[in-house]
């Protein structure tokens, strides 16, 4: 049976898996092992050295290169070491046009390490500047998060993705907050894919990882090269349990999407509540482009409080089925306060001008029952706006 006329949720658990030849494993083993040993010199049987190849490493390679319809999975030790690769395909004196809100540990990367070796990085808002103005002659490559992170911008991918071959740019889209599962960029015209595994794919807060999906044999087999020749490759039981996660990746994303449809409109009726950011929500900016080309979206919300600093901290210390913590794409649910944390090393300045407010909160909403969610919400709010004792 042909990958490509499977359906995701089957793709998920199946695709790029079969039995482990030896014992007839249903799932791939723990290859624990550093290196193999060599019938003669000179001759191996395709496995030298487990930074060079590692069987299990190469089954979550393959299964998250078939979700996201790619020809090749790479998978780093983090998410930032996948981003850190890509760079590494480009030279001193390369012109990378980047959105302006990504993550916040992206833009210390291209600011602090990669802008210092003489890469040029430009910021733009894809969202509101036209490809054509964001994406001059001249550009190498154009980093685009989509949705972004906090604020759950959406870019015209395929808009994008036309105006850079047009003027020889790679596109590279990290597709961590939608997974394969809701958005598949490589279909939209994506050269590359990269997601910080630690978040949806593995879904269990156990586990920081990253991957790039190539288009292409060639950009895969450079890819490869410089994940063997940079060695930032992810442990072995750290790919198992990415392995083991991806089995519920469409069941998780499905219910992270119901809870949050669930939890966006109260949200809305609240007067504590300034805004709410959710692609799918009709009146986010972006809406039109992300039912375009989004088959859904999961759990990331942002809500925009009717206070300061201080009563923002206040309502994230308050929850207490929402855990406070950075990360997300759990099955628990998580708080946290992007101007104090996440987006901390993001100057105030900059923060102010991309629009996350002091009062900005971003939800992960995991898989609980969604009426606990709200229950929880609600007492935190009361906290926060001083009508109950904390
Ligand atoms: C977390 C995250 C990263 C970085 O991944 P790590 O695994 O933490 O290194 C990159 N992009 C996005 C959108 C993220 O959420």
Redesign the pocket.
């Known amino acids: 049976m042909s990958d490509d006329k499977l359906r995701l949720e089957t793709l998920a658990i199946h695709g790029g898996q079969s039995p482990e030849p030896v014992t007839g494993a249903v799932m791939v083993p723990v290859f624990q092992t550093s290196t193999y040993a060599q019938p003669q010199v000179g001759e191996h049987t395709g496995y030298e050295y487990s930074r060079s190849q590692n069987p299990t490493r190469e089954a979550l390679e393959r299964a998250v290169a078939c979700l996201e319809g790619g020809v090749e999975g790479i998978a780093f030790g ?6 850190a690769a890509v760079q590494h395909l480009l030279s001193a004196g390369d012109r990378v046009v980047c959105g302006d809100d ?2 916040g ?2 833009w210390r990367q291209f600011t602090q390490v990669f802008a210092r070796q003489g890469i040029d990085y430009t910021f733009v808002d894809f969202t509101r500047v036209s490809p054509v103005d964001a994406i001059p002659e001249g550009t190498a490559l154009v980093w685009l ?1 989509s949705p972004t ?1 906090p604020l759950l911008k959406v870019a015209d991918i395929a808009a994008l993705a036309a105006r850079a071959h047009a003027v020889g740019a790679l596109v590279v889209v ?1 597709n ?2 939608a997974t394969p599962i809701f958005q598949r960029p490589l279909a939209l015209g994506a050269d590359l894919v ?1 997601h ?4 949806y794919i593995n879904g269990h807060s156990d586990v ?3 991957i790039v999906v190539a288009a292409t044999a060639e950009l895969g087999e450079r890819l490869h090269f410089l994940q063997n020749s940079t060695g930032a490759v992810p442990g072995i039981w750290d790919c198992w349990l990415t392995l083991r996660g991806i089995k519920t990746l469409a069941v998780r994303m499905a219910r992270h999407q119901d809870n949050a449809l669930a939890i966006v409109p109260w949200l809305k009726s609240r007067p504590e509540v300034s805004r709410v950011f959710y692609p799918l929500d009709p009146d986010h900016p972006d809406h039109d482009t992300a039912t375009r080309q989004m088959s859904g979206f999961g759990g990331m919300i942002s809500v925009e409080l009717a206070t300061d600093l201080d009563g923002a901290r206040a309502f994230c210390a308050a929850t207490r089925v929402f855990t406070l913590a950075e ?3 759990g099955v628990e649910s998580l708080i946290e306060l992007p101007a104090a944390m996440t987006h901390a090393s993001v100057p105030p300045d900059v923060r102010q001008e991309i629009g996350i407010a002091d009062g900005l909160v971003r939800l992960s909403v995991g898989i609980e029952h969604h009426d606990d969610l709200i229950a929880d919400l609600a007492q935190a709010l009361d906290v926060a706006f001083g009508r109950a004792a904390g």
């Open positions: 983090s998410g930032s070491a996948a981003t990504v993550y540990g992206t998060e992170n990290d961590t907050f990269v910080s595994t630690t978040k920081v990882g990253g990360s997300l794409g």
